[in-house]
């Protein structure tokens, strides 16, 4: 069927800001992606560039994290004048919006640790419920105050997900939609990779398929160690403005409609929604904004997480052949598309470099 310098296998946003960032190298590439009826978290996320509390436990994470949501302005403004979309992308800080003085003061003591721990600092303050009121005039009594990042933002997933396929495309790379890869295996010094509409070849390999990484990176020796993590998520009706910046789990929209949503659910590979679930969501983001109490709530979708077992990043590579899992992919955007790339042109992640984010790791915690 063809032959490439790459293939990134996934097109998601993960595998379409690497594969946007090859073209942008220089470098020959074919995203090849499955058909309309995968599970694509990269079309029902939240679209949070959300830095509070990442890595609080994992500072290699939570720097790159931190370094990601830093270069986000000039990577969306760049992507903004290739392609002429508008990615939303705002920055006014965010609240994390806590119910008890209890949850708060844990709160703040986790980002003080991680803060303590990480090289990129990043600011952030404890808000009581004063002061949180004077930023967001709108939460209810039940809200005991917040926390506040700068360094957090918003954007709209999906207009990330077809600038970055738009960008490569103008950049010469190839976008194959309904190219399902069924197998994996050497050829000569390359790859050679199956699809339903006929076999690949490749010189390297990046494997960005999701929850599809599970069965694609044992094929080639590799680790896709990921799991299935499902969140509901809900939109209101278009409303006048009122939150002046995102919070953990609900943000207005450019054209005004609510987003909102933070379930997180062992249920495998159902992408459904659940009554209880819906309604619990409700009734908190009510809570935190009791104005909602009277807004229609439009459409409501499930969608899977890619998540490790510590929900730390995986990456690993070797011999031109590479796996990437992570769950926070727009966040990250701008690392897939720009810091990673030497990393891929040399052939192989340095473990000096990677060694926190090796699958090797769980391993270790088995043992
Ligand atoms: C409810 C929810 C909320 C989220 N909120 C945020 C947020 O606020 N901020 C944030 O940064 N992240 C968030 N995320 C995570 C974010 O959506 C993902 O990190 C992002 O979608 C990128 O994932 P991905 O590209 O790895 O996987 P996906 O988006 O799932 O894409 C994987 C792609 O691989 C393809 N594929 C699968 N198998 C194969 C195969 N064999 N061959 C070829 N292609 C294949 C699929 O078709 C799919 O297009 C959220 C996720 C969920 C579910």
């Known amino acids: ?55 609080v436990t994992a500072p290699d994470y939570a720097d790159l994290t931190r370094q990601a949501a830093h270069d986000w302005g000039a990577f969306a403004e760049g992507l903004e004048a290739e392609t002429g979309i508008d990615l939303h992308f705002r ?52 809200v005991a105050g917040g926390t506040y990042c700068p360094d957090d933002g918003t954007a709209n997933p999906l207009y990330l997900l077809r600038a970055l396929i738009k960008a490569m495309v103008a950049r010469g790379g190839r976008y194959m939609p309904r190219h399902g890869v069924t197998g994996l295996s050497r050829d000569g010094a390359g790859y050679a990779v199956d699809t339903a509409q006929g076999r690949f070849t490749c010189g390297r390999i990046v494997l960005a398929a999701g ?7 044992p094929m080639l020796g590799l680790a896709g160690p990921v799991r299935p993590v499902r969140g509901q998520i809900m939109v209101t009706e278009k ?13 207005q929209t450019v054209e005004g409609g609510c987003i909102f949503g933070e379930s997180s659910e062992e249920v495998g590979e159902d992408d459904g929604t659940t009554l209880p679930v819906l309604r619990d ?28 077992p510590d929900g730390v990043p995986v990456y690993q590579g070797r011999d031109g052949a590479f796996v990437v899992c992570v769950h926070s992919g727009v966040t990250l955007a701008p690392w897939h598309a720009g810091g990673l790339i030497p990393h891929l042109q040399a052939g192989a ?18 043992a």
């Open 1 to 55: 069927m063809g032959t490439a310098g790459y293939i990134v296998a996934g097109g998601g946003i993960v595998g379409a800001a690497i594969a946007y960032g090859l073209a942008r190298a220089g470098e020959d590439v074919t995203l090849l992606d499955e058909g309309d009826i995968a599970l694509r978290a990269a079309r029902g996320n939240f679209g949070n560039v959300w830095v509070q509390g990442k890595g």
């Open 281 to 308: 969501t409700a009734r908190k983001a009510v809570t935190a904004f009791p104005l909602l109490r009277d807004v229609r709530v439009v459409r409501a979708w499930g969608a899977l997480r890619i998540m490790t």
């Open 211 to 217: 929850l599809g990484n599970a069965r694609l990176a």
């Open 349 to 366: 992640l340095d473990p000096d470099v990677f060694q926190s984010f090796q699958p090797e790791r769980f391993d270790v915690q088995a």
């Open 91 to 142: 920055r006014p800080g965010a609240a994390y919006i806590c119910f008890s003085p209890e949850e708060l003061a844990k709160r703040a003591a986790a980002l003080a640790a991680s803060n303590v721990k990480a090289r990129i600092h990043s600011p952030f303050q404890v808000l009581d419920r004063a002061t949180l009121a004077e930023v967001l005039p709108a939460i209810g009594p039940g």
């Open 239 to 251: 409303v006048r403005p009122f939150l002046t910046m995102g919070t953990n789990f609900i943000r």
